[in-house]
Nanobody, 121 residues
């Protein structure tokens, strides 16, 4: 199995910055897509940003120009740099990975437990 552990959440004032990290560990044969989703109170979980193993990225329109996703394939780690944070960015941020645990298993979706980001006005 693949475990994802996030870090870096916290409380920040509007206009500030945070950097989230997510490290994958356990039985890992390959990781295709890694990314970040978020879920605000009483809202559905939404994609924030994703990055493939070759570095192609995808962002939600609401974070384009403010957030940057990056990845260290050697460390099986994905990062999310968040600048110019707004109160509406407040949410629990979940790390996500599409991975194979072994050569013989199919690709599965894995999720971290989430890290809370709170942006005060």
């Amino acid at each position: 199995q693949v475990q994802l552990v996030e870090s870096g959440g916290g409380l920040v004032q509007a206009g500030g910055s945070l950097r989230l990290s997510c490290a994958a560990s356990g039985s890992i044969f390959s990781i295709n897509v890694m990314g970040w989703y978020r879920q605000a109170s009483e809202k559905e979980r939404e994609l924030v940003a994703a990055i493939t193993s070759d570095g192609s990225t995808n962002y939600a329109d609401s974070v384009k120009g403010r957030f940057t996703i990056s990845r260290d394939n050697a460390k099986n780690t994905v990062y999310l740099g968040m600048n110019s944070l707004k109160p509406e960015d407040t949410a629990v941020y979940y790390c996500y990975a599409q991975a194979k645990a072994s050569r013989w298993t199919r690709i599965k979706d894995y999720w971290g437990e989430g890290t809370l980001v709170t942006v005060s006005a």
